[in-house]
């Protein structure tokens, strides 16, 4: 899918020119189906996936080296959709509540330690707390 946040091509620049000619390579994929809407209500269907390699060097039962090349598929049953939605702007409202309420709070607290501990403070410098 082009455009779609967070795309990426897992295997992309993935070179194994280089490595051991006699190595075996084992691709395991893990595909999950998805579905993106957009605002507008435009879906676009896509494939999300995962890639695990292995490279290692494998012998037969005779001893001769058989290169080889796996790939295993695990197909999701499971469908991922994303909807791309607007905030409502009573969400807003209720955010910015909370973070208002939030520094009150804390505002008070401080406010009463601070209190407490200038109240403690007074009487032991009178004399009266033992």
């Known amino acids: 899918v082009q455009n779609v946040h967070g795309a990426f091509n897992a295997l992309g620049g993935a070179d194994r020119l280089t490595s051991n000619p006699l190595a ?70 209720t955010t910015i509540c909370a973070i208002i309420g939030g520094t009150f709070t804390v505002a008070g607290i401080l406010d009463s330690c601070i209190f407490t501990a200038s109240e403690a403070w007074k009487k032991i410098q009178l004399g009266k707390m033992h």
């Open 24 to 93: 075996s390579h084992d691709y395991i994929l893990k595909i999950v189906p998805t579905v993106y809407e957009d605002k507008s209500g435009k879906q676009r269907y896509s494939y999300q996936y995962t890639v695990a390699n292995k490279e290692y060097v494998a012998y037969s039962h005779t001893g001769r080296i058989i290169p080889a090349i796996w790939f295993r598929y695990d197909l999701s049953p499971i469908t991922v959709k994303y909807t791309e939605r607007r905030q409502p702007l009573y969400r807003f409202i």
